[in-house]
C-alpha cells in the first residue's frame, strides 16, 4: 500500500502547493511526473523538468529497472528494505522543501525508492505460487495497491484541509517507516534459489528432497543489466499485452490528476477533501476488478494449458470495452462542466479497466518468466510509470496552450478546461510548522 499512498495521497492538495510556493501548474505537476517515470527513464526525467507530479512518476518508472533484476539477483527482503529507508529519507526531504525545485528532487527519489514494491511483489509471488494460481495471486496483490486510490486521495485531502498539505508527506513518513518495521520483523526471503542454498547448508537432507531442486538450481541467479529488461517488451508473446497495460495505466492516473484543477474551478468549486472523495470511484472499481481479473485470468488459463496467451483474453476484452468509454466520458464532461456524478461514473469506467488488464498481464508475466519475474515486472512497471508521466506533460502543455488560446481570442474572457492556466484557484493555504 505504501506505493499507491505515496503516488495519490497529495493529489487533492496539487492546488495548495501550487498557492503555497507560489509557483506554477505546470511545476507542480512535474512533482508527480517524474517521480513516476523513476517508479519507469532518467535519461527522460530532467528534459522535461518544468512539468512536480510528472516527475515523480518518471522515476518512479525508471528505478524499477535496478530493483527488478537487484531483486532477482540478490533477494526479495533485502531489496525491500533498502527500498524502504531511501523512500523514509526522501519523505523527510518533502517535508522540510522549501521551494518546488527541493520538493521535485526529493519526490524523484521517493518514486526512485517505492518503485521497487511492486516489481518484488511480483517477484514473491513467482517464488510462492504455481502458474495455475498466479492470476488469482496477482489479482489479490493488487488490492492493496488499489487502496491507495481509495483512501490515499480522502486522506490527502483531510490532512491538507486541516494541517497543510506537509502533513501529507508526514503521514508517508510514518507510514514507510512502520511498513520497515514490519518487514524486517516478519517478512522472510522468499526467493527460490537463495532459500534453497541455506536449506542445503543448514539441512541437506530436506534439501534433496525438494521436488524441484534440480529446476531451481538450474536457474543460477544473475543481475540483468537494467535495460535488460526492456527487451521482454519485445517479444511478441508479451509485447501486445505489455503495450495494452502501459497505455491503460497511463492514461488512467494522466487523466485523474487532471481532476483536483478542474474540480476546484468553477463550476464545481469544491475542496480538497472533497476532491478526494471523487477519487473513491476509480479505486473501488479497481477493488472489485482486480480479484475478478485475476481469476478470470486462472479460469482462461486452465481451459487452455497450451496457450499461454490465452489467460488474458477475457481480460483484454474487459479492458477494451471499459477503458474508452470511461476516457471519452470523462473528457467529455470536464470540457462541458457536466453534472459530478458523470465524473464519479467515468472514473469508475477507467478503474475497472485498468485494475482487471493489470492483474491479468502480471500474472501472465511470472508465468512466462519465472527465473526473471522481477525483472519481468519492471519492465511493464517501467513502461506503466513512464508513459504516465509524460502523458501529465502532454496534458498539461496541452491545457496551457488552449487557456493561452483561447485567453486571447476573447480577450482574457476564456476558460480551459479545470480553469486557467494562467489564473489558479487560490484555495486557502495551512502552513503546518515541523
Known sequence: MLVPFSDTIYLPALQVIQADLRTSPELVAASVSIYMVLVGLAGLVWGPASDNVSIYMVTEGVAGLVWGPASDKYGRRIVYLVSTIAFLGATFGCI??????????????????????????????????????????????????????????????????AFGWRSTFMALAAYSALAGFLLAAFVPETHQFLVLARLQQRQPAAAQAVKEREAIQAEVPVFHAPWVPLRY???????????????????????????????????????????????????????????????????????????????????????????????????????????????ITAQALMGWGCSICLAGVFGFLTTMKQAAAAAAAAMVQTLMFVSAGILIIILRRLRAHRASSSSSSSGGGGRGVGGDAESPPSPRVHTVVA
Open 96 to 161: 522540510f522543501a522549501p521551494n518546488v525545485s527541493t520538493l521535485v528532487a526529493f519526490r524523484a527519489l521517493q518514486g526512485a525508492g517505492v518503485s521497487s514494491f511492486m516489481t518484488n511483489g511480483n517477484g514473491v509471488i513467482a517464488d510462492i505460487y504455481p502458474p495455475s494460481q498466479r492470476g488469482t495471486a496477482s489479482g489479490a496483490f493488487m488490492i492493496p495497491l488499489l487502496i491507495g486510490p481509495v483512501i490515499g486521495p480522502l486522506l490527502g485531502g483531510g490532512l491538507s484541509d
Open 233 to 343: 517488451m519485445f517479444e511478441p508473446t508479451i509485447c501486445p499485452h505489455a503495450v495494452l497495460a502501459f497505455v491503460t495505466f497511463g492514461t488512467n492516473f494522466a487523466a485523474l490528476t487532471e481532476s483536483p484543477g478542474a474540480l476546484a474551478a468553477a463550476p464545481y468549486s469544491l475542496s480538497a477533501v472533497l476532491i478526494g472523495v471523487t477519487f473513491l470511484s476509480d479505486g473501488i472499481s479497481g477493488l472489485i476488478g482486480s480479484p475478478i481479473g485475476g481469476w478470470v485470468s486462472d479460469v482462461a488459463a486452465a481451459k487452455h494449458p497450451k496457450v499461454p496467451e490465452a489467460r488474458l483474453m477475457h481480460n483484454t476484452l474487459a479492458t477494451l470495452l471499459g477503458m474508452p468509454v470511461g476516457l471519452l466520458l470523462y473528457g467529455w464532461v470536464l470540457q462541458r462542466g457536466a453534472h459530478l456524478a458523470l465524473i
